[in-house]
């Protein structure tokens, strides 16, 4: 176990944002973590790589992060694999490995920022996959009882970047393996309209040609956080009433809409951002990233402070012009 003191998150937040944690603990097992945890100065922050969360000041406590990176695989029939991988594995790794060795399903997901760990708490999703597509079950240590506990992906409560995780039990527990189901059989996903047109025509495809695709759409839309701190999306695409999906599209017949679960409708959130005049804005040192704009950026020297100051002025003009509300996906802490 490394553990550290008055320690900078700097590196880890790809926002870029400097703040201190009081202590920093990294660990190499469930054991590990196990008897570590009772003598911790609480609160407990469990991070991954830092994307897809938001420091507004020093975090006054222990920050956890995962070393655990083993990669194993536990079946293996013709109609499928399961792999269990230790929550600290870069997740993209992690893809590379599953494209490189035959196995299908998690090449629509490459690229991502993130560790496995976060994958299972998200629901990471992109270009016409899911996570939980491919998840299988989770394995995670309570973070109160010290036990460890395994949930089938049905119990984990999955939906759109959420799960019981981010919701019901927020931070009980830490995620420690994740087992993910591949498919020896190779079929590729196109139902992202980008990805359909790209290779319209094609007659042989690949899962390499897939993920070099999905790496060049990110490039093309996506600010590399080592270059402009971001977190991704800031923003989850909003889901609202079928009857004032119906009333914005009268009167804004090309906004994006899309079939959502029980009746809903989604709403494309970077659509309604360049609607209500965001895209590209600055407020002090953070802004709305151009190619992109539910993406916020960290124009440099930015503080959380900032970058909420900006997400809120944006949550206000959304709703000011269109009566919807935004929310966002990343996590602030303080
Ligand atoms: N759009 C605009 N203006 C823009 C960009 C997009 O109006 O400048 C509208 C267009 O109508 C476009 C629609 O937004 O068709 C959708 O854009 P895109 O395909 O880029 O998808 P998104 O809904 O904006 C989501 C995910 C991304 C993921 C992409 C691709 C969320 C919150 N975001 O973005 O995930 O890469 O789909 O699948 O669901 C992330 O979570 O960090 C992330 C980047």
Redesign the pocket.
């Known amino acids: 176990m490394n553990s550290s003191s008055n320690y900078s998150l700097k590196p880890h937040n790809t926002f870029g944002l400097d703040v201190t944690a009081d202590n920093f603990v990294e660990y190499q097992s469930v054991e590990e973590l196990r008897e570590a945890i009772p003598g911790l100065q609480k609160p407990m922050l469990h991070i991954g790589q830092g994307s897809?969360i938001l420091f507004c000041g020093d975090f006054h406590g222990t920050v956890l992060h995962s070393r655990i990176l083993n990669l194993e695989i536990v079946d293996d029939r013709p109609e499928g694999v399961s792999v269990r991988v230790g929550s600290g594995m870069v997740w993209d790794d992690f893809v590379a490995w599953c494209v490189t060795n035959g196995l299908y399903g998690a090449e629509n997901l490459s690229g991502?920022p993130g560790e496995v760990g976060a994958s299972a708490v998200q629901n990471?999703?992109?270009?016409?996959a899911e996570a939980k597509d491919i998840i299988e079950r989770v394995e995670v240590l309570d973070a109160l009882s010290l036990e460890r506990r395994c949930f089938d992906a049905s119990e984990c409560g999955y939906g759109?970047?959420t799960s019981i995780f981010k919701q019901t039990q927020f931070r009980k527990y830490f995620v420690t393996h994740v087992v993910y189901r591949l498919s020896r059989q190779w079929k590729p996903n196109l139902s992202?309209a980008?990805l359909a047109k790209q290779f319209e025509g094609k007659a042989e495809l690949s899962a390499a040609d897939i993920r070099s695709a999905v790496m060049a759409l990110?490039d093309s839309?996506?600010p590399d956080p080592k270059v402009l701190g971001n977190?991704?999306?800031f923003?989850?695409?909003p889901v609202v009433s079928d009857m004032l999906a119906s009333t914005l599209s009268l009167l804004y017949p090309d906004m994006?809409q899309y079939p959502a679960a029980d009746g809903k409708v989604k709403l494309?959130?970077?659509?309604l951002i360049?609607?209500a005049g965001w895209?590209g804005a600055d407020l002090g040192p953070a802004g709305v990233y151009e190619?992109?704009?539910?993406?916020l950026v960290n124009r440099g020297g930015a503080t959380g402070e900032d970058i909420v100051r900006l997400a809120v002025a944006i949550i206000q003009d959304v709703y000011d012009t269109f009566g919807v509300e935004l929310h966002p996906?990343v996590n602030k802490i303080g």
Do not use: C, D, M, T
């Open positions: 897809n991502i990471i999703g992109a270009y016409g759109y970047r992202y980008g990110r839309k996506l977190a991704g999306s923003f989850v695409n994006p494309s959130a970077a659509w360049e609607h895209k190619k992109q704009p539910l993406v996906e």
